[in-house]
């Protein structure tokens, strides 16, 4: 019972809009403690890797970008879900919120890989698996993007690109797996797998923060977006005059 | 194990990749920032807009 309680309250947009903007002087505060030491510890206090040596710091600002292109995609496609099966409009607000912060992650890995790759692999870019499956994120993230652009009516604009979110979803199983399925230049996972991480404490610990920290750093622009998305959403709602400053 | 500052930014030579990681990093923040700050405060003007069009269409039936 009380589940449903808290759901039903979900799908209430000035709830929603209070909660928000509740948690974001939270979420700023823990951004930038976790993305502070993660930065850090990885750039100063974590010793050289004995192959890669200082290059290999790039993996805290490239690890964290390409998680976070997969979790903001996730959130897109499961908010579009939710609103499709539900006919939330606020899931469909979440789903519209996340997508351009997930675009801008997804081309930091990008960049970021290519600016690793270079010195590592001797190349910016090479077509395969793990690369490629990533750029097609950014194609879908820009797809989806463009989908709802085109669209005039908001409503009709949520259940397109939903379903364009929700069947695109097939590519981040890809993504995370490519490094496994087929021979890659990339390297494989150093922290998201069964055995022990392949780190010591002085180099993981601030890349978990790292990661931490980015999630934090998207859960709080998704809130400022959500608030957005929630105005114009509803329209002239008496809620939201002393918010925007009407008379 | 104490580095000198000129080596930190030196980063054993590979200081052009890994700043322009961290520098690109900072700008598309940065720009996530503005944009959603911004998308904010459109927002908010244009739901004025709408109550303000609103309140002075009333106004006209009324009179």
């Known amino acids: 019972m009380a589940t449903w309680t808290w759901f039903h309250r979900l799908a209430s947009p000035p709830h929603v809009y209070r909660i928000s903007g509740a948690f974001l002087p939270w979420l700023a505060l823990f951004t930038a403690l976790f993305i502070g030491y993660g930065f850090y510890g990885g750039l100063v206090l974590a010793p050289p890797d004995y192959q890669q040596k200082d290059a290999f710091r790039i993996i805290y600002v490239h690890a964290p970008s390409a998680w976070l292109s997969m979790l903001a995609y996730v959130t897109v496609a499961v908010a579009a879900a939710v609103g499709l099966i539900w006919r939330m409009k606020v899931a469909h607000a979440v789903a519209a919120s996340a997508a351009p912060i997930g675009a801008s992650f997804t081309f930091l890995a990008l960049l970021?890989?290519?600016?690793?790759?270079?010195?590592?692999?001797?190349?910016?870019?090479?077509?395969?698996?793990?690369?490629?499956?990533?750029?097609?994120?950014?194609?879908?993230?820009?797809?989806?993007?463009?989908?709802?652009?085109a669209f005039d009516d908001r409503a009709r604009a949520d259940q397109a690109s939903a379903v364009l979110a929700i069947v695109g979803v097939v590519n981040i199983p890809i993504i995370h797996f490519s490094v496994v399925w087929w021979n890659s230049l990339h390297q494989g996972s150093t922290v998201m797998k069964l055995a022990r991480p392949s780190m010591p404490g002085s180099m993981l610990w601030p890349l978990l923060s790292s990661l931490l920290g980015f999630t934090l750093l998207f859960a709080a622009l998704l809130c400022v977006r959500l608030r957005a998305e929630i105005i114009d959403r509803e329209r002239t709602a008496s809620w939201l005059r002393p918010i925007v400053g009407a008379a | 194990m104490e580095r000198s500052v000129a080596d930190f930014l030196a980063m054993g030579g590979y200081a052009p990749y890994v700043w322009s990681s961290y520098g690109a990093w900072c700008v598309v923040m940065l720009a996530n920032l503005a944009g959603a700050l911004g998308a904010l405060k459109a927002a908010k003007a244009r739901a004025r807009r709408r109550f303000e069009s609103a309140a002075s269409d009333d106004g006209g039936e009324r009179s």
């Open chain 1, 112 to 149: 970021t890989g290519s600016l690793w790759g270079k010195p590592m692999w001797g190349t910016w870019w090479t077509w395969d698996a793990r690369l490629t499956s990533e750029l097609i994120l950014l194609f879908l993230y820009l797809g989806y993007l463009a989908l709802r652009g």
